[in-house]
């Protein structure tokens, strides 16, 4: 009797489970400006969104979606906003075109191909991402964000690993990109054919680049952070047949290359600092570019170029042998850029372990001596006597190391007294 | 006996010095770069190399960097040029293949050329509805690239 109970409530209660709505189903029922609260479950179906909506994830929401449909795509609509989801696996994570008005935030994409792909759409907001990618090699994984043919794109506070490009833009205008980390990738933010776009505070360490900018115009690289790109053929920025371009205040430190101009024209690198890079900067076919106000310290080499040479003006170079005996805070000499020892170094990394060599060190000087004599292609008539970072202020007088001074001449000053009474 | 092993040595350096090998190479996708922009090989598809005259070879990430590197380059140092074939993704020697300019489709440089094996196959690829130019070699040397500055 027991079992024929059991099995009229199975039948009773079947057709409920059987019809319960797919996410799908419900995005479908909804009217458009709606917010839904998704529930703390998997989802192992792809939706799409053709209408104004806020979906909102809670703890534990999560996207599973295997094949190639993205998790969520954002088509043909305006005002959608995601929030506070999970996506996992899957060929792209979110997908938007030919939408207008889209904030995606709080989104975690892992393992996925690519995570978020946008054609043709205006108006969109990338915050607080987190995206990591698959294991293997970059050239077969897609990029964290992608842009393609769309203009006003904010992407921020977002963190991107192990994907092909962090960032990548084609033919978009106005993309502003600001306080992302950015590391493990082919290219941190990789630009072509772009327009207005401003990079501002991030943070791109260990890609094969950490800005690539390519065919791109009227745009800013300014405050950002770049450091450790040390793979083959790797560089801090590589600016190619780029124009109008600013290159301003960035911290750019232990790269193999700093910053590389290649066919850039009416461009600005300004106030930056270049750190203990394999080599500071290059110009290569990029003479006519403004680069004045940087501090290069620490560098292998510390520039280098084509014959056609790069513009230097009011730089800070440490392995300048100056006087300013008029203290004006320029050198009374001009600094001409050229380490033949430094050039070997780059083709033969071993080469530093002799940099201090008596041999080396004579080299090192006969070439400044030579420099000072002849005319070369990258000279700075106007070198700065002190790095800009020291001559914005006085430098930070340390309490503790005065105090801890003052001990060490007292405790040396009882010593020798007590050895000198004894 | 002397003179038969002087003649053996002799024999065996010059075949050391033989013809340089214009045999493509494959490309290496952690290391190689274009010549021309410095991008590195993700898209196979759409590579192209160059082998100069002393066996050197040049890679490049899209058709529009070859065809740059060679208008600039000393014509004699060229030995050999391919183009991966649009279809069949084998090299192609590039006096041999057939070009479509195709604004359409996505190149890594965005010089929206693509290379098939011969007129025909090219032909035949724009009458399944795709939309494009019919080129030749000579053609690209002085093509207006569009998108390039």
Redesign the interface.
């Known amino acids: 009797m027991k079992r024929i109970v059991l099995l009229w409530t199975l039948f009773l209660l079947w057709p409920g489970i059987g019809y319960a709505e797919s996410l799908q189903q419900t995005i479908d029922g909804l009217p458009a400006g709606s917010e839904l609260v998704l529930e703390p479950v998997v989802y192992h179906e792809a939706v799409s969104i053709t209408k104004p909506l806020t979906i909102t994830g809670v703890p534990g929401t999560n996207f599973q979606v295997d094949g190639e449909s993205p998790a969520i795509s954002i088509e043909n609509t305006q005002d959608v906003q995601i929030r506070n989801v999970d996506i996992e696996q899957g060929d792209t994570a979110v997908l938007i075109k030919s939408s207008e008005n889209i904030t995606i935030e709080e989104i975690e994409v892992s393992e996925a191909g690519q995570a978020m792909e946008v054609h043709d759409s205006k108006t969109l907001t990338f915050r607080e991402l987190l995206v990591e990618g698959p294991a293997g090699h970059y050239s077969a994984k897609g990029n964290g964000v992608a842009l393609y043919n769309s203009e006003d794109i904010q992407v921020s506070d977002s963190t991107i690993r192990h994907m092909r490009d962090g960032i990548y833009a084609e033919k978009t205008t106005n993309l502003q990109t600001s306080g992302n980390r950015i590391e493990n990738s082919r290219y941190g933010v990789h630009l072509m054919y772009s327009r207005q776009a401003d990079l501002s505070k991030n943070e791109l360490s260990e890609n094969v680049a950490g800005v690539m900018l390519m065919m791109t115009e009227d745009s800013r690289i300014q405050k950002n952070t770049i450091h450790e790109h040390t793979s083959p053929n790797a560089s801090g920025l590589v600016l190619y047949e780029a124009q109008n371009i600013q290159v301003t205040g960035n911290v750019i430190s232990a790269n193999a290359l700093g910053l590389s101009l290649q066919k850039v024209k009416n461009s600005q690198v300004t106030e930056n600092k270049f750190y203990g890079n394999q080599i500071g900067m290059e110009f290569i076919r990029s003479a006519e570019n403004n680069t004045r106000g940087n501090e290069f310290t620490g560098n292998i080499v510390q520039l280098r170029s084509d014959a056609l040479g790069g513009m230097l003006a009011g730089n800070y170079y440490d392995d300048a042998s100056l006087l300013d005996l008029d203290e004006d805070g320029y050198g009374d000499t001009s600094y001409t850029a050229l380490q033949s020892y430094g050039q070997w170094m780059v083709r033969k990394p071993a080469y530093q372990y002799f940099i201090e060599a008596p041999a080396v060190v004579l080299l090192n000087e006969m070439d400044r001596q030579m420099n000072s004599m002849e005319s070369a292609v990258l000279m700075d008539s106007k070198p700065l006597a002190k790095p800009p970072s020291e001559a914005n202020g006085n430098p930070p007088m340390s309490l503790w190391r005065l105090f801890l001074g003052a001990m060490l001449l007292a405790l040396g000053g009882w010593i020798w007294k007590k050895e000198s009474t004894a | 006996m002397k003179k038969w092993i002087l003649i053996a040595i002799t024999v065996m350096v010059l075949s050391g010095c033989g013809e340089t090998d214009f045999t493509p190479r494959a490309i290496e996708?952690?290391?190689d770069?274009c010549a021309v922009?410095?991008?590195?090989?993700?898209?196979?598809e759409y590579a192209a190399q160059l082998i100069e005259q002393d066996g050197d070879h040049l890679v490049f990430d899209d058709l529009g960097c070859l065809i740059e590197h060679i208008n600039e380059m000393d014509q004699a140092e060229l030995g050999a040029a391919f183009i991966k074939d649009a279809q069949t993704n084998e090299w192609l020697n590039i006096e041999r293949a057939a070009y479509v300019y195709a604004p359409e489709e996505w190149t890594p440089?965005?010089y929206h050329v693509l290379a098939f094996e011969n007129t025909d196959a090219a032909q035949q690829w724009l009458d399944g509805g795709q939309q494009g130019e019919l080129l030749a070699l000579d053609d690209l040397y002085g093509f207006d690239w569009g998108?390039?500055?």
């Open positions: 996708a952690e290391t770069i922009c410095n991008m590195s090989i993700t898209h196979e440089m965005s998108n390039h500055h």
